[in-house]
């Protein structure tokens, strides 16, 4: 079983719609939790980071996390073809000092229509 | 967050040739780190490189095959050694400024024919 699961999709939908990305997890160890985009081309940028569990929203951008079950989710509301891009969470653990080690899912790419 | 830059952004190459890729940070950092990304797979960890120390590899990474250097607080290098078409994939630096999340850099796009 991999360290973190994420269903890479394709995820195509019109835009305007919600969308609801998840990651599930294996290991209880993990503190960190982040979502990255990438856009074709381009290195992954941070969207969004937290470590508790719950919510944290972002303007139109909603991080959840149940730690209890192992799971996390990005909710894209009103969805813009600009969100088009690759998705990818991330989950971190210290390993010593400043050094914090990420595990990241394949990644969702998801295709907004205009 | 520091603002990465890598070259080449993309190369096509010989096998059994060797590339470096150059990873420049325009603050000091302590700790950058070297990722691959194949298609279909995740975003995996080669090295993690501190300034004055050697590089500590990931499992099923050996220096041989990707030496790294870290001259610097705000530079590194990776080198694909004796490449073969298997290493044609995204290479990828970034820093994590001291904190718990990790800054990407552009990626390196390298094609071995």
């Keep these: ?114 | 967050s520091a603002v990465i830059s890598q070259k080449p952004s993309r190369d096509i190459c010989q096998r059994g040739t060797s590339l470096t890729i150059q990873c420049q940070v325009d603050s000091q950092v302590t700790m950058m780190f070297w990722y691959r990304q194949q298609p279909g797979q995740s975003l995996t960890l080669i090295a993690t490189a501190n300034q004055g120390s050697e590089a500590t590899y990931e499992s099923g990474f050996v220096i041989d095959k990707f030496p790294i250097s870290r001259p610097n607080l705000t530079f590194s290098t990776l080198t694909v050694s004796n490449m073969s078409p298997e290493d044609s994939s995204i290479y990828l630096c970034s820093e994590n400024s001291g904190s718990e999340t990790q800054y990407f850099g552009p990626g390196t796009r390298l094609l071995v024919l």
């Design chain 1, 1 to 114: 079983q991999k360290e973190v699961e994420q269903d890479p999709g394709p995820l195509s939908v019109p835009e305007g719609a919600i969308v609801s990305l998840n990651c599930t997890y294996s290991n209880s160890a993990f503190q960190y939790f982040m979502w990255y985009r990438q856009y074709s081309r381009k290195g992954p940028e941070l969207l969004m980071y937290t470590y508790s569990s719950g919510n944290k929203e972002d303007g139109r951008f909603t991080a959840q996390v149940d730690k209890s079950s192992k799971y996390i989710s990005l909710f894209i509301r009103d969805s813009q073809p600009s969100d088009s891009a690759t998705y990818l969470c991330a989950m971190s653990v210290n390993s010593g000092g400043s050094n914090y080690k990420l595990t990241f899912g394949k990644g969702t790419l998801l295709t907004v229509n205009p």
